[in-house]
């Protein structure tokens, strides 16, 4: 088995639904990836982690030594009625040694089946537009800076 093919495991959940552990690892690995790797220094943690409508996606994958699975990528969703009948998926990061073996893309694929047929915008890193598109999401406005950091919005309206 590849390690693209590797097992990854899914957990959904509100964070008050999640362990003490797993809080731990969800922030753990934000920190990682936004704080320290993109080098934002802004609060990563904020009231759309707890509010009861957020839905946290943890990918776990097994630890390579006998320890405990390692989470490898997260993104949250929130939004519908307190965001004007809109969805929205944020928070998408993935571990560095993890990157390219398709984790981020099944945690978007697993948000926006939970989704459903409500639209859905995004936040995207804008060197990120065209992994996106891949997933209907489309241009939906001009580009801006989140904490120095090039985006674009984008959205996913499905067509009836």
């Given amino acids: 088995m590849s390690e693209r093919d590797s097992p ?5 959940s509100p964070l008050a639904g999640l362990g003490p552990l797993d809080v731990h690892a969800l922030y753990k ?3 990682d990836v936004f704080v ?4 934002c220094p802004y609060a990563e943690i904020d ?8 839905t946290h996606l943890l990918a776990w994958a097994p630890s390579t030594d006998t320890g405990p699975d390692e989470l490898v990528a997260t993104l949250r969703v929130f ?10 998926l944020g928070r ?20 926006l089946e939970i989704c459903g047929d409500t ?23 001009q580009d801006y800076l ?3 950091i090039p985006h674009l919005p984008m959205r996913r309206d499905l067509l009836g």
């Fill in 119 to 141: 639209p859905v915008e995004i936040g995207a890193q804008t060197h990120l537009e065209a992994w996106y598109e891949q997933f209907g999401f489309v241009r939906c406005g």
């Fill in 47 to 54: 009231e759309v982690d707890a509010d009861p409508g957020t």
């Fill in 92 to 111: 998408v990061c993935t571990a560095s040694g993890s990157r390219g073996r398709g984790i981020a893309g099944r945690l978007i694929r697993h948000g």
């Fill in 29 to 31: 690995l934000r920190v």
């Fill in 146 to 148: 989140d904490e120095r």
């Fill in 79 to 88: 939004g519908s009625e307190v965001h004007g009948g809109v969805m929205h």
């Fill in 8 to 12: 990854v495991r899914v957990v959904a």
């Fill in 36 to 39: 320290a790797e993109q080098d």
